[in-house]
């Protein structure tokens, strides 16, 4: 993320930090700045789940040396199954733990698309819920997850595969209707693989 501005203090303009933070905190981190209490006592009221960013500014600003998001849950398909949510991943400080069945799995050149070839819709890695089969990742001092760590440290992965499991027992995953086909049929056919209208006769 990038911030910049009258707003930002001097101290910090032209400097660089590296802590933890989502593109869901930018919410709670305008609403502070602004002054605006960004829970939502309303949707707590009819049991929805609470706003889940955090408030960075004070990190952001040069107040705070840490940042207060510590840990983010990774949203995914659960197991690459169209229409179900769970939590496919989490990292926690500089270490981030993987599961299920995983697209998208493999490393691209350093300038991509060039003449090799690599499908994402094809490559497919399982990271299994044992040290000996799982995926556990420093993305600080391996930043392209080329070294797996889960067997040379396993009460890391245990610890945050408990952490994980106990998020995905609040994993928030409404009603969202039926899949319409006319949407992908019209997507495919008509607006050459884009998202658009597809409601034509009402």
């Known amino acids: 993320a990038f911030a910049s501005g009258g707003y930002v203090p001097e101290a910090v303009r032209g400097t660089k930090v590296e802590g933890l933070m989502c593109g869901w905190d930018w919410y709670a981190t305008f609403a502070s700045i602004a002054g ?88 497919y890695q399982t990271c299994g819920r044992t040290p000996a089969t799982g995926c556990l990742f420093d993305i600080f001092a391996d930043p392209t997850e080329h070294v797996n760590l889960a067997a040379a440290q396993p009460d890391a992965f245990n610890a945050m595969l408990a952490s994980l499991d106990a998020l995905q027992e609040g994993v928030f995953f409404p009603d969202r209707g039926e899949v319409a086909q006319a949407a992908y049929d019209v997507a495919k056919g008509q607006y050459r693989g884009f998202w658009g209208p597809f409601v034509f006769d009402v």
Do not use: E, M
């Not at 609470?50 to 990774?74: F, K």
């Not at 490393?107 to 991509?112: A, V």
């Open 36 to 123: 605006v209490d960004f829970a939502d006592p309303r949707a707590a009221a009819a049991g929805l789940p609470g706003v889940d960013g955090v408030n960075l500014w004070p990190y952001l600003s040069g107040a705070a040396a840490a940042s207060p998001r510590t840990s983010i849950p990774l949203g995914d398909r659960v197991d690459n199954v169209a229409a179900t949510v769970g939590v496919g991943g989490l990292i926690d400080g500089h270490l981030k733990l993987l599961v299920g069945r995983l697209t998208q799995s493999g490393w691209t050149g350093p300038q991509y698309p060039n003449q090799t070839h690599w499908s994402s819709g094809v490559d």
